[in-house]
């Protein structure tokens, strides 16, 4: 079964250093999400790209955070400076533009100290 | 986004059935009932999802009040592998496809 590929599993990072996390979603899936959950929380929409075109980055801290998806395919999130309070998982997500099933990935688990 | 109310705690026996409720007032015409599920260290998958009527899948059934101001997922025969965070997202048919997740029903399976 095709699943969304994240990298990498785990990060740490001292604050004010870039961090940068990678996302390949399933084969023929033209919408891709990024999300951040805090501990304790659900997961929050960060953007939202259909093919590689930004459809929804209202909740993204543009002075920080940017996000890109070249050739609609796969995508990167970086974080430039990271502060302590983006310690969190960031989940990348995928779905057919016609479905409403979101498939996840395994999430990217980053410790900024 | 129509907002979404449920329990923010279960728990249960393993190979009974769970009912896990989900409260959604202020739902339009429009607005479709998901259901997706957390297992631990994993990121979230869907489950289920449905208009007006019931639905059934290999997961799960979801059972929808008639004035749809409220839904029940229900896992007919809980294993501990169903132990998860449930989250109950209303969404809308037209427009953006993002999901607004709560907090969502911590359910825990008892062996």
């Known amino acids: 079964e095709a699943e969304v590929a994240q990298s990498p599993r785990y990060k740490i990072t001292e604050k004010s250093q870039a961090v940068a996390f990678w996302c390949d979603p399933i084969?023929?899936?033209?919408?891709l999400y990024w999300y951040r959950q805090i501990l304790g929380q659900g997961p929050e929409l960060l953007v939202q790209?259909?093919?590689?075109?930004?459809?929804?980055d209202s909740q993204l801290p543009k002075d920080r955070f940017s996000a890109e998806r070249l050739k609609g395919v796969d995508s990167t999130l970086k974080i430039q400076p990271a502060e302590l309070g983006d310690s969190a998982m960031y989940l990348c997500?995928?779905?057919?533009?016609?479905?409403?099933?979101?498939?996840f990935g395994p999430g990217t688990r980053l410790t900024v100290t | 986004d129509a907002k979404t109310t449920q329990p923010n705690s279960m728990e249960s026996n393993e190979e009974e059935p769970v009912h896990l409720p989900c409260n959604h007032s202020?739902?339009?015409?429009?607005?479709?009932i998901h259901w997706y599920r957390q297992l631990p260290s994993q990121g979230p998958e869907y489950v289920i999802h449905?208009?007006?009527s019931n639905v059934n899948n290999r997961m799960a059934s979801l059972a929808i009040a008639e004035d749809r101001k409220s839904s029940t997922l229900i896992l007919h025969r809980a294993t501990l592998r169903d132990a998860a965070v449930y989250y109950c997202?209303?969404?809308?048919?037209?427009?953006?496809?993002?999901?607004?997740f709560g907090q969502g029903t911590r359910l825990t399976i008892n062996p």
């Open positions: 997500a995928s779905s057919l533009v016609t479905t409403y099933e979101q498939y």
């Open positions: 084969s023929g899936h033209a919408t």
């Open positions: 790209f259909q093919d590689e075109s930004v459809v929804d």
């Open positions: 202020t739902i339009s015409g429009t607005d479709y």
């Open positions: 449905g208009l007006t």
């Open positions: 997202i209303l969404r809308r048919a037209q427009g953006a496809q993002k999901l607004v």
